[in-house]
């Protein structure tokens, strides 16, 4: 997980048991669930969310932040089997 840097680029993803977290330079997204089991493998994924989440934080405290990001621009593009 060490090379996962919270809105550095828009190709990374990391996977937490059946959680998906995948990264843009304008947000972070998480899909998916994951179980937090009371075992080693439920405390490692615990753990590796936890840092995860962590480095979220301390990046969006690193930056300056509008109070709400604009909607994406939409773009209508033909249909191809038409």
Do not use: K
Not at 17 to 25: A, K
Not at 43 to 48: G, H
Request: proline residues 6%; aromatic residues 4%.
């Amino acid at each position: 997980m060490n090379s996962f840097v919270p809105y550095a680029n828009a190709s990374d993803v990391l996977n937490i048991g059946r959680l998906t977290i995948e990264n843009r330079v304008d947000r972070v997204t998480l899909s998916g669930d994951v179980d937090l089991t009371a075992d080693r493998a439920g405390l490692a994924d615990a753990r590796a969310l936890h840092r995860l989440l962590g480095d979220v934080v301390a990046a969006l405290e690193a930056r300056e932040l509008p109070e709400r990001l604009p909607a994406p621009a939409n773009q209508t593009v033909a249909n191809p089997f038409e």
